[in-house]
């Protein structure tokens, strides 16, 4: 469903990311792992149109997507969790659900894959603090909020950055549940980690970043052989 080639892009005129090839089936999850600095920030950024790519191609579904700006991406079934997740934080919990809401069913003809109700029942929270302005909600209850309005957007390609970094052990755990859900439903993930225990039990595959090119592809069936690398990990993924 997804074709990355050739990509290269990065910030102003300096280059961040070269030669980047990466591929996505229907239904699979894949990771992207590297230390600090190794581009999967940028990758998110091109993947989901905040920044333009400098060459290279993005297909998603036989089309073309890498000029389609950020706030139309949604619209080729992409939906993206930012590192800063970019909510509405003056905005309640369930406006900030409404707008996503609202622009999913306009780009998908009204039809959708996930419902209002549906998707707050992902997590307690969303009801609980429905009427609560999003800044005062924790950092883990608002990645809640980031997961679920991406899913509003009516994705068929949910991609996320850093998800669960520097979260409370028991609302890591609670995210990557509702992770397991949507891959058992059948969503397409790309997710970005830093941890490699996290990466391989959440995903199928992936791809290890370094300064901005893809050096290692972890295949399906190969994340224990992984894990067992140290000196993969030690000198790509920081342990
Ligand atoms: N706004 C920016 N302007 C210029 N260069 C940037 C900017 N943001 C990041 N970079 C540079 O781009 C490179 C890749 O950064 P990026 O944030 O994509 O890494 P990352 O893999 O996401 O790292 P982390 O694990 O720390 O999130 C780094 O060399 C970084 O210094
Ligand atoms: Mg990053």
Excluded at 39 to 52: E, Y
Excluded at 211 to 232: F, M, P, Q
Aim: glycine fraction near 10%; aromatic fraction near 4%.
């Amino acid at each position: 469903m997804l074709q990355v080639r050739g990509l290269r892009a990065g910030y102003g005129t300096v280059p961040v990311l070269h030669e980047i090839d990466i591929d996505v089936e229907q239904g699979e999850a894949v990771a992207v792992v590297g230390a600090n600095g190794a581009g999967k920030t940028a990758l998110v950024r091109t993947l989901s149109g905040l920044i333009r790519p400098m060459g290279g191609s993005i297909v998603k579904d036989g089309v073309e997507i890498s000029r389609v700006p950020g706030y139309r991406r949604f619209e080729h079934g992409i939906a993206v969790v930012l590192e800063n997740r970019n909510l509405f934080t003056e905005l309640s919990v369930h406006d900030n659900l409404r707008l996503a809401e609202r622009a999913g069913k306009r780009a998908n003809g009204g039809k959708t894959r996930f419902s209002f109700d549906e998707v707050c029942d992902l997590f307690e929270i969303l009801r609980e603090r429905g009427q609560c302005a999003v800044e005062l909600l924790s950092g883990g209850q608002q990645q809640m909020v980031a997961i679920a309005r991406a899913l509003l957007l009516q994705p068929d390609l949910l991609i996320m950055d850093e998800l669960t970094t520097g979260l409370a052990p028991r609302i890591v755990k609670e995210i990557l549940a509702v992770l397991n859900k949507l891959r058992a439903r059948g969503m397409s993930i790309v997710l970005v980690e830093q941890s490699v225990a996290i990466a391989s039990e959440m995903t199928d595959r992936a791809y290890v970043l370094s300064v901005g090119r893809v050096i290692h592809e972890v295949r399906r069936g190969e994340w224990s052989a992984v894990l067992n690398d140290k000196t993969l990990i030690k000198a790509y993924l920081q342990g």
